[in-house]
């Protein structure tokens, strides 16, 4: 399958609270996020250049290419440099070239899930839990940092469900690739915090399943990716959700599925790259 190539210095972070020494915050912390603006969600914390042991593990190859597949609906496959490989919205039914390491699941419709992945896959997210609480996912896995935010979903009878959707997040060769999933609300300040800086956005153009196209377009503009993968097409033409940006924004159709994209080979000017298949 051929693919097309893009032809910022990220520092890792780790927060350190008041009180805490930095050998005290290495031992206690979680896996840093690189991409997340923990500063304005935290006034008065301290942003230093530590690493824990895992995200030195995750970020160990910054200079390395990601390989990104779109396979289907809200499926795209993401290979690392490391050659760890991942399947968004995985449902089963879009099957990527080969086994996922990991997979990402939102529950909006079954489209979006499968409660029988296969058994060789070692992690498996789903984007909510059965008890209502909020998703909480912090995956290292060989070269990938993985988290997520959670929102909220719409139901059949058109009440909001709490947490039932995630926007997963995937830290790679110092990267900050984001999936909103099946987003049916515009965010909050606080979760625009815990995304952070998204450099690929992977976001849903189906005009009114999740948002309408004006809705969804103000959240692109406000993360200010710089390389933009609609996804989730169903419905309206493209066209549509294309026309929400002004020449702010560069559009590209590409002649095949896959784009390999590296952070020195992003974009200059935020560019929305409709994938073969889309």
């Known amino acids: 399958m051929q693919s097309i190539r893009f032809s910022l210095l990220v520092l890792p ?5 008041p009180g805490l020494s930095p050998a005290q915050a290495q031992e206690t912390a979680k896996p840093a996020s690189q991409c997340q603006m923990i500063a304005q969600a935290l006034p008065g914390a301290i942003l230093a250049s530590l690493a824990s042991p895992a995200l030195e593990l ?32 995985y449902n089963g039914w879009y099957k990527p070239p080969s086994l996922p390491t990991v997979v990402t699941m939102n529950k909006a419709h079954s489209s979006h899930y499968t409660l029988s992945p296969e058994p060789g896959i070692e992690h498996v ?64 300040e606080k979760q625009y915090a815990e995304i952070g800086r998204l450099d690929i956005l992977m976001v849903p153009v189906d005009g009114g399943l999740t ?17 933009i993968l609609p996804m989730h097409r169903r419905g309206p033409p493209i ?14 159709f590409a002649d095949t ?20 298949g889309v």
């Not at 289907?72 to 690392?80: A, L």
């Not at 993985?146 to 830290?171: C, H, K, L, Y």
């Not at 994209?261 to 409709?274: C, D, G, K």
């Open 125 to 188: 997210l789903h984007g909510w839990r059965d008890d209502g609480a909020p998703a909480d996912h912090d995956v290292v896995a060989g070269d990938a940092y993985i988290r997520n935010v959670p929102t909220d979903i719409r139901s059949w009878g058109g009440a909001m469900e709490q947490n039932g959707n995630s926007i997963f997040i995937f830290e790679i060769a110092g990267l900050c690739i984001g999936h909103l999933g099946h987003l049916h609300h515009e965010l909050t």
């Open 257 to 276: 599925e896959s784009v390999e994209v590296s952070i020195r080979s992003l974009p200059r000017q935020p560019t929305i790259l409709v994938l073969k």
């Open 13 to 17: 972070l780790v927060l350190l609270l």
């Open 211 to 227: 948002m309408g196209a004006e809705s969804m377009s103000r959240v692109v503009e406000r993360l200010r990716s710089a390389l």
């Open 58 to 89: 995750a970020q160990a190859q910054a200079d390395g290419t990601v390989r990104i597949t779109y396979i289907g609906h809200s499926t795209f496959f993401i290979e690392t440099p490391g050659g760890i490989r991942i399947a968004t919205d």
């Open 239 to 252: 066209d549509r959700f294309l026309l929400m940006f002004d020449e702010d924004f560069a559009v590209s």
